[in-house]
T-cell receptor, first 112, second 114 residues
Framework: GDSVTQTEGQVALSEEDFLTIHCNYS??????LFWYVQYPGEGPQFLFR?????EKGSSRGFEATYNKEATSFHLQKASVQESDSAVYYC???????????FGAGTQLIVIP | EAAVTQSPRNKVTVTGGNVTLSCRQT?????MYWYRQDTGHGLRLIHY???????QIGDVPDGYKATRTTQEDFFLLLELASPSQTSLYFC?????????????FGPGTRLTVL
């Protein structure tokens, strides 16, 4: 079935470090891929999406490129700030109408 | 900006108790969802709905019922609550099943079953 794997449960960085959070997926065809961010005490919110091979999604300095061959959609940011501390979820639109499949989430901690 | 509200924000009940969590969205979205969030599991879909009177089963439906009474209102029912249902529950809505597929989440309800 459709699924998303995030290998890092937690990432700790210093301000201005480079960020990579890994996301791999399992699904047939070309599923739409997403990143959501959840700040403390809030519900998750949409960050960006991509829906075809080699398409780059981006928002707020974060970006990810759809890689069909590697079945990946890794989140990156060149220089993280303390305000980026949050939980990041990778997701895909599955074959069933209207639903998303979320990964387990990666908690990002940025130390000032 | 889409608005999704949930009530109550916090709830404590005992094992075997009856609990109803409420969700309302005010943007005429067609789709509504109930998720639970637990450490190590991320967001898991319990039930979802395409519209009033419709119900679809998610990935972890056991022990939960849901009802979509109007386009705006979606309820999650725990008729015999168990400690394993202690969790943070999120409701979400989305406009349609194409385009950005963006889901808008509510602030969450923290449920504790003693």
């Amino acid at each position: 079935g459709d699924s998303v794997t995030q290998t890092e449960g937690q990432v700790a960085l210093s301000e201005e470090d480079f960020l990579t959070i890994h996301c791999n997926y399992s699904a047939s065809g070309y599923p739409a891929l997403f990143w959501y961010v959840q700040y403390p005490g809030e519900g998750p919110q949409f960050l960006f999406r991509a829906s075809r091979d080699k398409e780059k999604g981006s928002s707020r300095g974060f970006e990810a490129t759809y890689n069909k061959e590697a079945t990946s959609f890794h989140l990156q940011k060149a220089s993280v700030q303390e305000s980026d501390s949050a939980v990041y979820y990778c997701a895909l639109r599955g074959s069933a109408l209207g639903r998303l499949h979320f990964g387990a989430g990666t908690q990002l901690i940025v130390i000032p | 900006e889409a608005a999704v509200t949930q009530s109550p924000r916090n709830k404590v009940t005992v094992t075997g108790g009856n609990v109803t969590l409420s969700c309302r969205q005010t943007n005429s979205h067609n789709y509504m969802y109930w998720y639970r969030q637990d450490t190590g599991h991320g967001l898991r879909l319990i039930h979802y709905s395409y519209g009033a009177g419709n119900l679809q089963i998610g990935d972890v439906p056991d022990g939960y019922k849901a009802t979509r009474t109007t386009q705006e209102d979606f309820f999650l029912l725990l008729e015999l609550a168990s400690p394993s249902q202690t969790s943070l529950y999120f409701c979400a809505s989305s406009e349609r099943d194409w385009g950005t597929y963006e889901q808008y989440f509510g602030p969450g309800t923290r449920l504790t079953v003693l």
